[in-house]
């Protein structure tokens, strides 16, 4: 590791089962769902997931629940400390399940992480802090839902970002947006949607808070791994999928959980990173995945949706920003 440089592991969509509408719960009170991967995920300065769902005991569902169309996720309190334990520092909650049982569920979320010894940020616009190796890093976190920062204002996103560069050395955002499932496997530069809801151009928003000082673009939402391009410098992952999500079908390319581990200079400038390729398959444990899926899948539909400005990745998920030449 270079002097003053700063890494960060970040993945996906979580939710290790859930109790609501009837038990779906895993074996061993979920403590095995993530030993598969806990070596990989202690491997950095700062490791980031994004927690979809409640933490609660009861509580009233805000939602009208429709198989295939609508659901929501409820997890036992005491199950945060099996992120903590896989090697989690940080959860994200600006997602479309936060809400999934109103501000009881919110509040439940964030008491059982803090009991856990778990940082968290995103609902109700909170920025996650933390001082590393002498830099002070923001985490700070959009979506499209209520109770968070918006992707939809992208110039009241620009304003927060540029007040977090001037506080700090190191500014992460995070977003979750962008159209589900494997039709929206490609990132295009429009605004998309998703069963009639508005889900955001994600292209737009992740270049203009970089624009405005973020230096980690960390996307998520989609439920399936997409592009990643260098802009300005700084690496945009436009979604990493589902990283634990118990209970779904994960057949196909959702069940693909790359582990995104990027190393930037004490400036937030992309110097390399990792992609390191998971798998989840319905009603199974995630286990690293020595055919590099994840890894492939990003490399093809970086060099498909950013051919200007996708980084150099190998097979194996190593990656790298383009040679600059001098003329």
Not at 118 to 125: D, N, P, Q, R, V
Not at 144 to 154: C, Y
Not at 160 to 176: K, S, Y
Not at 284 to 311: G, H, M, R, V
Request: with cysteine; proline share 4%; hydrophobic share 40%.
């Amino acid at each position: 590791m270079l002097a003053g440089s700063l890494s960060v592991i970040a993945v996906g969509d979580i939710m290790m089962g859930s109790d609501y509408p009837s038990n779906n719960l895993p074996p061993n009170d979920g403590k095995d769902l993530l030993k598969g991967v806990a070596s990989a995920l202690k491997d950095a300065d700062l490791t980031l997931g994004n927690l979809e769902g409640t933490l609660l005991a009861g509580g009233v569902c805000t939602k009208k629940i429709e198989k295939g169309r609508c659901y929501a996720f409820r997890t036992p309190p005491g199950w945060a400390v099996n992120l903590l334990d896989a090697g989690f520092d940080y959860m994200n909650l600006a997602n479309n399940h936060m809400n999934d049982f109103g501000s009881g569920g919110i509040l439940a979320t964030q008491n059982a992480l803090t009991d856990a010894g778990l940082a968290y940020g995103g609902a109700h616009k909170k920025v996650g802090q933390f001082e590393i190796n002498g830099s002070k890093i923001a985490v700070v976190s959009f979506s499209t839902s209520p109770n968070t920062n918006s992707v939809f204002e992208i110039p009241q996103a620009q304003r927060i970002v540029a007040d977090q560069a001037r506080l700090n050395d190191i500014v992460i955002v995070a977003f979750h947006a962008g159209g589900e499932g494997v039709k929206f496997l490609h990132t295009r530069d429009t605004f998309e949607y998703f069963m009639g809801w508005p889900r955001g151009n994600v292209v737009k928003f992740a270049r203009a808070v970089i624009d405005s000082g973020a230096d980690l673009v960390w996307g998520h939402g989609p439920h399936v791994p997409r592009a990643m391009e260098i802009y300005n410098d700084r690496l945009i992952a436009y979604s990493l999928g589902n990283f634990c999500t118990w209970g779904f079908n994960l057949g196909d390319e959702r069940g693909y959980a790359p582990i995104l581990k990027v190393v930037l200079d004490s400036n937030g400038v992309f110097l390399h990173g990792e992609i390191i390729s998971a798998l989840q398959r319905t009603y199974k444990n995630l286990t690293l995945d020595t055919l590099f899926q994840a890894a492939k899948l990003i490399k093809k539909l970086s060099f498909e949706d950013f051919p200007q400005s996708t980084p150099l990745i190998s097979d194996q998920g190593m990656i790298f920003p383009k040679i600059k030449i001098q003329y």
